[in-house]
């Protein structure tokens, strides 16, 4: 603590590998955080800036990601158009944040600044604002860089962060499916503000109340991980009959029917389970035999017909996808983001990690606060960690990428 200045920084950037010339053979990538509680924003941006910048060693950040708590109030917006100058990174991006985290910690219910930096040799990025405009001939997304519009960096990946009030995340992803297929696009919604306008972002020198910003990085290995905290339960099944969000037969009976079937075979605490939190995992490949956790794009049943036997669920279905029954709870979520995380982990450990995490989980779902940032660093780390709790997550299921809820999805960068 400083007193004089009334600050308390918290000392918990970490570094991923030992310094190393960026022209040298050693060249990998090189992460770092820090995070900082100070009272005045000024300050705990500084701090922040401050530990994750000697976690670096001196040496310069190719990217830098920042997230600030809408706890620092009307001292934001002001912060925010000075951040890149402040944090001293041309490429970087930043939001407003109901909640942050940065190593194994996370800050829910106070004021924070996480401060993510990245060191990644070789690779291009490509900063990116978007604004979504509707026209004549329909809508249509601007903003796209001079540097995207022949060809994009190879291997891509897509580092998004968007405001849920003006853009529409699931028209892009799907304008993307058609335009840059195998993309993988990795990020969250904003959280810090509840009303239009209220939420501030940041690229390079600018900030934005609306819209999307991200970064296209090519040339580094970014593994997506997305724990969309279910388990599954009974069987996979056919769809046979469908209309738009509807589920009417399952194996050509009806799904309701099906559904009664899978809850006479569960122990009292998962039928409890499917009378709180029942979802449909939608099989995110048909072309497979064997399915397991990370295969299924999970959505909420919306509500179900007893006359009809109908089940009706948070997405549009159709005839032969392969579905199966999913519950949702604490220890459901703590299991899945476990077994995803250790199918991430390789021989060796990861430069560093992204976390856009929902703001419905934390501790509103989880017993103890700090779960997914303590997990993280468990089973991958201990690796530079920064991240916020989002108003809905993005990144892929199989090949396609998915606005989510309720998931944990992080971008892992491997040496």
């Not at 058609?178 to 993988?184: R, T, W």
Request: hydrophobic share 45%; aromatic share 6%; net charge negative.
């Amino acid at each position: 603590c400083v007193t004089g200045v009334q600050t308390c920084a918290l000392p918990i950037y970490m570094e991923a590998s030992h310094p190393h010339s960026r022209s040298g053979a050693a060249d990998a990538p090189t992460c770092s955080a820090g995070a900082s509680t100070a009272p005045r924003l000024e300050d705990a941006i500084a701090a922040a800036a401050a530990q994750a910048q000697a976690g670096l060693a001196g040496g310069p950040a190719d990217l830098a990601v920042v997230f600030v708590s809408s706890g620092y109030g009307a001292a934001i917006r002001p912060a925010m158009e000075g951040l890149a100058e402040a944090i001293g990174v041309e490429n970087l991006i930043a939001t407003t944040a109901e909640g942050v985290l940065a190593g194994d910690a996370e800050y829910e219910s106070e004021p924070a600044v996480a401060v993510w930096l990245a060191r990644l040799p070789g690779a291009e990025i490509v900063p990116l604002a978007l604004e979504y405009s509707q026209t004549v001939d329909g809508g249509m997304f601007v903003g796209w860089p001079a540097a995207l519009e022949a060809e994009w960096p190879r291997d891509a990946t897509l580092l998004l962060i968007a405001d849920p009030f003006s853009f529409p995340v699931d028209a892009l992803l799907k304008r993307m499916e058609e335009d840059h297929p195998g993309v993988p696009i990795i990020g969250g919604m904003a959280s810090g503000g509840y009303t239009p306008g209220s939420n501030a972002l940041v690229v390079g020198p600018r900030s934005y109340d609306s819209g999307a910003v991200g970064v296209v990085i090519g040339g580094a290995r970014i593994r997506p991980v997305v724990s969309q905290g279910c388990r599954p339960i009974g069987r996979p099944m056919v769809i046979t009959k469908a209309e738009e969000n509807l589920i009417i037969e399952l194996g050509g009976r009806p799904a309701l029917e099906r559904l009664r079937e899978v809850y006479a075979d569960l122990d009292p605490a998962d039928r409890e389970l499917v009378k709180t939190s029942l979802h449909v995992g939608r099989a995110a490949s048909e072309y497979q035999d064997h399915f397991q956790r990370g295969d299924f794009l999970v959505r909420n049943v919306a509500g179900a017909d007893p006359e009809m036997g109908v089940l009706a669920i948070g997405d549009a279905v159709r005839i032969g996808q392969t579905v199966q029954f999913h519950v949702r709870d604490a220890a459901s979520a703590h299991e899945d983001l476990v077994e995803l995380l250790a199918r991430a982990a390789g021989p060796a450990a990861p430069a560093g990690a992204l976390v856009f995490t929902c703001n419905g989980r934390g501790t509103r779902l989880f017993s103890e606060p700090g779960h997914d940032a303590r997990c993280l660093q468990e089973r991958l780390g201990p690796i530079p960690t920064a991240g916020f709790f989002a108003q809905g997550e993005i990144g892929p299921i199989g090949r396609r990428n998915c606005l989510h809820g309720f998931t944990a999805s992080i971008a892992v960068f491997e040496k």
